[in-house]
């Protein structure tokens, strides 16, 4: 079973920077896409953004295009997010999503096969 693991919440103020981290547990495994995933109390969980492994090709969220990075060390199978210049409305749990199999819309959290099990960021004004 495999297991991923979320690291690098926490309280970020307004304007700064966060990074997350993503690794997984268990046995080795060989995702196609990894993603990103907030979710905000009383909010729908929304897409953040979503990498592909091979390939390294990344895409992003309408919310933080121009300011966020996903990034993956395929050796230690982590993939990473930074969001800069972040704003209260970044606040949410942050999960980390594995899909194994190539799927189009990388956007539909229903196609991921693993998940994290969050983590949270606030972001203080």
């Known amino acids: 079973q495999v297991q991923l693991v979320e690291s690098g919440g926490g309280l970020v103020q307004a304007g700064g920077s966060l990074r997350l981290s993503c690794a997984p547990s268990?046995?080795?495994?060989?995702?196609?896409?990894m993603a990103w995933f907030r979710q905000a109390p009383g909010k729908e969980r929304e897409f953040v953004g979503a990498?592909?492994?091979?390939?390294?090709?990344?895409y992003y969220g309408e919310s933080v295009k121009d300011r966020s990075t996903i990034s993956r060390d395929s050796a230690q199978n982590t993939v990473y997010l930074q969001i800069h210049r972040v704003n209260p409305e970044d606040t949410a749990v942050y999960y980390c999503?594995?899909?194994?199999?190539?799927?189009?819309?990388?956007?539909?959290?229903?196609?991921?096969?693993?998940w994290g099990q969050g983590t949270q960021v606030t972001v203080s004004s």
């Open positions: 999503a594995a899909a194994l199999k190539y799927y189009r819309d990388y956007t539909r959290a229903d196609q991921y096969d693993y």
């Open positions: 268990g046995r080795p495994f060989n995702p196609n896409t």
């Open positions: 990498i592909r492994w091979n390939s390294a090709i990344d």
